[in-house]
């Protein structure tokens, strides 16, 4: 998921990131319609093929974030996508068939800020917020082009410092096992001291010096995309391609398990139909760090168990009523045999 106000990128960046264009048909608003405009869940899936492995994309924007005076509310149709990706997935897990099931849930939000804000803005405070125990949230500094070298460092710090103050909790990096290589070990150092990743999207194709690049030319020269020591797109490229299983174990084991927590508290989903209360697992703050991962498993195998004897218990009181009445009495006449 990419979020942020309208004019910062995201589209020219996604597009960038996955080399095609998701969006050919986007209707730009013009001034007059931006007034009526609300925040809108533009959701895109593609197939994607890297290295001979074939990924299945989906790509969720949103078009009309921040852009009224007033919003207040302007993400709530966005907190409202996750939890129905949330309960639609619970749903799939409490049926029969759990083989195929189709996992719909954002497990990234790329957060972009303002280059021109001079840090966070209240909307970012809030936004952020409301949704750090929902998602993993990547903060991304939009059009770091227009920053020179010291600003965009001196920017990245400014922010780090207001999300640690505001208690703003964004996705950590993993770190390196010791027996990894130095590449690696390099390569994941130099990640997490790129964050937030100052990034500039393009999708144009320019020559320099006898080479083609994707980039944006200007009087005093090119901006490279892919070029580390213009921007960090290659580090956010390849913090997203190597990280995506950690990215989608932390959805599964935090965010996931404390909004399936929630509900089974509250009664919704997982509600056994005889209409007997649940009984909710213990509550997991600060991501899960009250439960071991046996504990977890152990819960998990037991609200199955209990599932399956309900579903077993109704089919049985199904065959039951079934019966002629004279079997169900225990009066077998010698015709019957």
């Known amino acids: ?28 608003p013009s001034a007059a319609e931006k007034i009526e405009q609300t925040v809108k869940i533009d959701a895109s899936t593609v197939e994607i093929e890297e290295r001979g492995v074939k990924l299945r994309l989906t790509v969720v924007d ?14 709530k ?13 619970l749903n799939d897990e409490s ?30 405070v809030a936004f952020m917020k409301a949704v750090h125990h929902k998602v993993n949230i990547v903060p991304v500094l939009a059009k770091a082009d227009t920053l020179t070298q010291i600003e965009v460092n001196n920017l990245k710090k400014k922010i780090l410092d207001q999300i640690d103050e505001q208690g703003i909790r964004i996705y950590p990096l993993p770190d390196c096992d010791s027996d990894e290589d130095e590449d690696y070990k390099e390569q994941c150092r130099q990640l997490k001291g790129a964050v937030p990743f100052a990034v500039v999207g393009a999708n144009t194709i320019i020559e320099v010096k006898g080479r083609k690049v994707r980039g944006r030319m200007y009087p005093w ?8 020591e213009h921007c960090d797109f290659i580090k956010l490229r390849t913090m997203l391609i190597t990280h995506m299983q950690d990215l989608q174990e932390v959805t599964q084991e935090t965010h996931y398990e404390n909004f399936r927590a929630e509900k089974l508290a509250s009664g919704g989903a997982g509600k056994p139909r005889s209409g007997k209360p649940a009984v909710p697992p213990p509550r997991m703050e600060n991501g899960g760090g009250d439960m071991s991962d046996k504990e977890r498993e152990l819960r998990q195998k037991e609200e199955e168990l209990r599932r399956m004897q309900e579903r077993l218990a109704r089919m049985q009181a199904e065959i039951e009523s079934k019966k002629p009445q004279h079997i169900q009495n225990g009066e077998l006449k010698s015709q019957d045999v």
């Open 1 to 28: 998921m990419v979020v942020g106000e309208s004019g910062l990128g995201k589209s020219t960046l996604v597009n960038s990131l996955f080399l095609t264009d998701l969006y050919p048909e986007r209707h730009v």
């Open 62 to 75: 949103t078009p009309g974030f921040g852009d009224s005076l007033n919003s207040v509310d302007c993400f």
């Open 77 to 89: 149709p966005i907190i409202q996508y996750i939890d129905e990706q949330f309960e639609r997935y």
């Open 95 to 124: 049926g029969l068939n759990r083989r195929h099931i189709v996992d719909n849930r954002v497990h990234c939000c790329f957060y972009f800020i303002n280059p021109s804000g001079h840090g966070l803005k209240p909307l970012d």
């Open 221 to 228: 020269g090119v901006v490279e995309v892919e070029n580390p």
